[in-house]
């Protein structure tokens, strides 16, 4: 297997008497699109700006191409991009002179790719930047996180004001990214549809914590619903094995487990003396049970 | 030619295997049949080129496409390493399970199912 | 274009003003420079580079430490590499353009005898470095401007004695750029090593959380409440804070008032002569954050609030009235302050001055509030009064002057209210958007 090439040990970020990060243990391979799921609140900008190296971790370290993030030298600077969530883009100026500062500072500013994506994705560059809307501010934000096609590329809610046809543009070009196996992408957002196009693995916060994290394919063949109709009442206290909730009525009830195996179905219907049924749950559905 | 749902609980590379495998077994793709490439059908359907890959991948190594250099993958002539009875019985029995739950529901009975089985069977041959 | 360049080429253009200047600027000094190869006159060029310098360099040293902290603030530019060394060559390449012109009058040799423009060159270094580092300090939090008053009370103090203004004197002239170059030193060695540069702060803003600890006690009147989304301040906002505001404003003015009185040379205190443009203009300056605010503020508040769009306008017009108010008050403790022994004015003249200072006021006031589709109206109108202001009001004016300003202000005052209730009535408000420095609900 390939180097990783952001790594995370146990980072702890407390914020006082509150701790935004407990623990946090992951890693982004090559070639990874990984997805950040969570809760507002839950930690997920904390997270990504703490493995950038903008935060300092109370506990723990994190390495981005082999290097501490608190400390990272020019070069490696320039193999990231980074899309914060607050757009940080200077009022005053507008986007050909934002785009002219920042591809001056990058050596390999890909001018080609820029204009195109300007055409395509209709980004007015000749306008103030504060009488821009929302969404086009955030494409140019988008743009100069690209231009240097960065090897790993952190988006921090990347398209929450983007209309669905920018959406589907701003995915093609991830796309058109993640081809290249060397490169990776780490993106935060809460529009589950997104995510489960484009994401291969995911990492759900939960009050700081990882709570899971994995391959997405993984993630929903692993957490499921499980219906079950036995022939008699069933007990209010019904113990399915690694069930995350359970609701009984009469002679069925609803678990949704996680970890599940299609060989225990069998085993489960005979226990119950009935029959199962087995509903798969969309990233949506699996985020909520792990919310009840 | 496919549909592929992202929200559904069913991950995107199942979908797709599970409905080129169908299409290759009632016909609609026959043998010889060239598969969109990877990168058009990511493109059509906006999703991960990974998952398209990943399809394929395994459909490769069930025996059901074959790869061709510098061209997209293409239906198998002869189906090579077919899985075992039993494991493409159990690939079927989602399926019958609706039939019957369904035919349960209509008040059908048991030997009048089987028979609209084989006639279906019949005119379905091919 | 190299990264340097582009870093000391946007703090000239950053602004569109400034790229205006810029235009004029060049303009102004090719004409020149032209005019003296052609026209065989001597010196027209030093005419060019004064020119420049007035319009161009001397403003973006103003600019500079705003555009200084709006690039390094942003998350995503300190992943850019060499970041923050390339910002401290760019900012000490401004600092030497700003510098330029008076090198240039030195090499020139018809100017260029004796150490003059030399330690003129210190001075502007000390200048423009106290300019930066200031303004670079305030745009980071509004509150440094405490620290300024102590300075000053601190200077004053020191200044009383005789000894100390001679020790002033006495100071060499290498002695301020060399002051210079230190805070140089401290404010590199700082940037490099600091982990987060805050971002600008152009208007005073409630403390943030102020909105979060307010506790909405029984119910809020529409009155309160549009005050509260009018002014952009809490409804219940009393006591210490609204104390302190005042307070610092007061001592401010009350400590340059016996500040010029007490030390400067006679003549020189004809500058703040109580009819002089000091008043006028001061009383301008002081009430344009507040009107500007709440006149941004209530720009697209009529179509959140229910009711007549007259109901709002009034309740608008009464926040920068109230506004106005307070700002006359501080003009009458001043005139209180003229008329004291401290600095024996006639009363005649502190009451035209009053006249004077308080229709610059209301003529502010109303030229914000018809400022509502943009700010062009309100730059030109306060520059064109601002103009005349200096042109007519110098240290030995004449009581026709003040009256004429006087009787100006009043009409335009008048003017700009009509103006304004039209276009309260007949703007596309859907067209407006709110401008970001006004924006309260903005992150805390």
Known sequence: MAEPIMTARDVTKLFGSKTALDAVSADVFPGDIIGVLGKNGAGKTTLLETLLGFSTPNRGSVTVFGEDALAMSAQTKARIGFLPQLDELFAMLNGKQHLAIVSAFHSNWDRALIERLVAEWSVPLTRRIDSLSVGERQKLAVLSALGHRPDLLVLDEPVASLDPIARRQFLQQLFAIAEDEDRAVLFSSHIVSDLERAANKVWIVKNGRLYWQGYLDALKESVVRLHIRARSALPRDIAVPNALVTRVDGNTAIATVARWQPSEAAALAQRFDGSLDVESLGLEDIFLELHR | MFVLKPQSGIPI?????????????????????????????????????????????????????????????????????????????????????????????????????????????????? | MNAVLRVWWTFFTALPLQRLLLGLGAAWCGLLVLGELVSDGEGLWILGVVGLFVLVLFPAVFASAAVF???????????????????????????????????????????????????????????????????FVMFGDWRWIWLSVAMLIVAWVG??????????????????????????????????????????????????GAWARTELEGTLTRELALRALVTGRPPVQKGRALVVRTAWVAGNVVIMVLGAFLFLPAPLTQFFAFTSF?????????????????????????????????????????????????????????????????????PQQVL???????????????????????????????????????????????????????????AGALAFRALALRRWRRVDWLQLRPLPTSNMFRGA
């Open chain 2, 13 to 126: 590379y199942r979908q797709l295997v599970e409905q080129i495998t169908r299409l290759i077994a009632g016909g609609q793709l026959a043998a010889g049949t060239e598969l969109p490439s990877v990168r058009e059908l990511a493109e059509l359907h906006t999703v991960n080129p990974m998952t398209i890959s990943k399809a394929y991948a395994l459909l490769e190594s069930e025996g059901l496409l074959e790869r061709q250099r510098g061209k997209p993958m293409r239906v198998a002539a002869r189906r090579r390493n077919q899985a075992p009875l039993t494991q493409r019985l159990q690939q079927l029995e989602p399926a019958i399970r609706d039939v019957v739950l369904a035919a349960r529901q209509l008040e059908v009975g048991k030997k009048e199912l089987v028979a609209l089985l084989g006639d279906t069977w019949e005119k379905n041959d091919g």
């Open chain 3, 69 to 135: 902290r709006a690039l390094s603030a942003p998350h995503a530019n300190q992943l850019l590499p060499h970041f923050r060394a390339r910002m401290l060559v760019g900012i000490t390449l401004f600092m030497v353009t700003v510098l330029a012109p008076f090198a240039l009058l030195f090499l020139n040799e018809r100017t260029g005898s004796g150490p003059m423009p030399l330690e003129i060159i210190g001075y502007v270094l000390a200048v423009s470095t106290a300019i930066f580092m200031w303004m």
């Open chain 3, 159 to 208: 200044l009383s004695s005789g000894a100390t203004r001679g020790m002033l004197a006495a100071i060499p002239a290498w002695a301020w750029p060399g002051a210079a170059m230190l805070a140089w030193i401290v404010f590199f060695a700082w940037y490099v090593r600091t982990r987060r540069v805050r971002a600008v702060m152009f208007a005073p803003q409630p403390p943030a």
């Open chain 3, 278 to 346: 000091v008043w006028p203009f001061g009383t301008m300056m002081l009430l344009w954050g507040h009107a500007t605010g709440i006149v941004h503020r209530s720009r697209l508040l009529w179509l959140r609030t229910p009711g007549s769009r007259d109901g709002v306008r009034r309740e608008v017009e009464h926040a920068l009235l109230r506004n106005l108010r307070s700002g006359l008050l501080l003009l009458v403790g001043v005139a209180a302050l003229y008329l004291s022994p401290v600095v024996a004015a006639v």
């Open chain 3, 352 to 410: 035209a001055g009053f006249a004077l200072a308080a229709c610059a006021g209301l003529f502010s006031t109303y030229l914000a509030f018809a400022s509502v589709p943009g700010r062009a109206l309100h730059l030109i109108g306060f520059g064109l009064m601002m103009a005349s202001q200096f042109a007519l009001l110098g240290p030995f004016n004449s009581p026709l002057n003040v009256g004429i300003v006087t009787v100006v202000e009043l």
